[in-house]
């Protein structure tokens, strides 16, 4: 799997690993495809917001609309 660290392969495992013990149900509200998929929308919704902001969530550069008081 190419762009991913050992950490995400790490994880990875470990979510299959819990969905081979705990049965095949995945999705539904809690469980971790949805989870997971919840997490990837948030994170690329930050990203792009961060990007059309100019910058990062509770970032100082955007308090009084990126005016120095």
Do not use: C, W
């Not at 950490?7 to 095949?24: C, F, N, T």
């Not at 990837?40 to 609309?65: Q, T």
Request: net charge negative; hydrophobic share 35%.
């Amino acid at each position: 799997m190419d762009g991913l660290d050992a950490v995400d392969e790490q994880l990875i495992g470990q979510l299959a690993d819990r969905a081979r013990s705990e049965g095949p149900r995945l999705t539904g509200e809690g469980e971790p495809l949805a989870r997971l998929t919840k997490r990837v929308v948030e994170s690329a919704f930050e990203g792009e917001m961060d990007d059309h902001l100019g910058y990062a969530k509770h970032d100082p550069a955007g308090r009084n609309g990126g005016k120095l008081a």
